[in-house]
T-cell receptor, first 114, second 117 residues
Framework: AQKVTQAQTEISVVEKEDVTLDCVYE???????LFWYKQPPSGELVFLIR??????QNEISGRYSWNFQKSTSSFNFTITASQVVDSAVYFC???????????FGAGTILRVKS | DTGVSQDPRHKITKRGQNVTFRCDPI?????LYWYRQTLGQGPEFLTY????????KSRLLSDRFSAERPKGSFSTLEIQRTEQGDSAMYLC???????????????FGPGTRLTVT
């Protein structure tokens, strides 16, 4: 069975600090996909990134970066120079290749204070 | 450009009543999903459609729940004889699926918040 663990329930930082959100996953599949979503206070889930299991290159998009390490089954998300607008719940999710349903972690609440 | 829309946004009902929610996906998306999210948890998969065919249902989906996607466009989720435990946010998502390509990202609607009193 697939499982996603986000051990950090809540993180509080001060604006401009860097913050890393952890994600550890379990799957028996050799091919799978990992995702990060943001859920701001308005409630709508916003897609951030998709990564397949064959691509272990780190990715950077503006202040966001993702570190995928297959050896430790982790897909961590770092926000550099955090801003108040980054305050949200962040979800890591896992998908098998063909079914495509997402298995979500419990989420990490990020609070960025000014 | 219109994203995924859901109607209603909020629904308050009494225990034992039936409720129906509607989801309109992004127009070119052939896959549509339903998830349920309770407070402090991540969304949990309920069911999904490829075009009009319902391809998978979660064991979470009791026989009081039924979903349809006639003509492969909008979808409805009906809950019969609602119980207080059904109170949750019901999320709809859509995506594009192309044969022999990996799953594309799912785009979520704003959700329908159901409160059963």
């Amino acid at each position: 069975a697939q499982k996603v663990t986000q051990a950090q329930t809540e993180i509080s930082v001060v604006e401009k600090e860097d913050v890393t959100l952890d994600c550890v996953y379990e799957t028996r599949d050799t091919t799978y996909y990992l995702f990060w979503y943001k859920q701001p206070p308005s409630g709508e889930l916003v897609f951030l990134i998709r990564r397949n299991s064959f691509d272990e290159q780190n990715e950077i998009s503006g202040r966001y970066s993702w570190n995928f390490q297959k050896s430790t089954s982790s897909f961590n998300f770092t926000i550099t120079a955090s801003q108040v607008v980054d305050s949200a719940v962040y979800f890591c999710a896992l998908s098998e290749v063909y079914g495509n349903k997402l298995v979500f972690g419990a989420g990490t609440i990020l609070r960025v204070k000014s | 450009d219109t994203g995924v829309s859901q109607d209603p946004r909020h629904k308050i009902t009494k225990r034992g009543q039936n409720v129906t929610f509607r989801c309109d996906p992004i127009s070119e998306h052939n896959r549509l999903y339903w998830y349920r999210q309770t407070l402090g948890q991540g969304p949990e998969f309920l069911t999904y459609f490829q075009n009009e065919a319902q391809l998978e249902k979660s064991r979470l989906l009791s026989d009081r729940f039924s979903a349809e996607r006639p003509k492969g466009s909008f979808s409805t989720l009906e809950i019969q004889r609602t119980e207080q435990g059904d109170s949750a946010m019901y999320l709809c998502a859509s995506s594009l699926r192309i044969v022999d390509r990996g799953p594309y990202e799912q785009y979520f609607g704003p959700g329908t918040r159901l409160t059963v009193t």
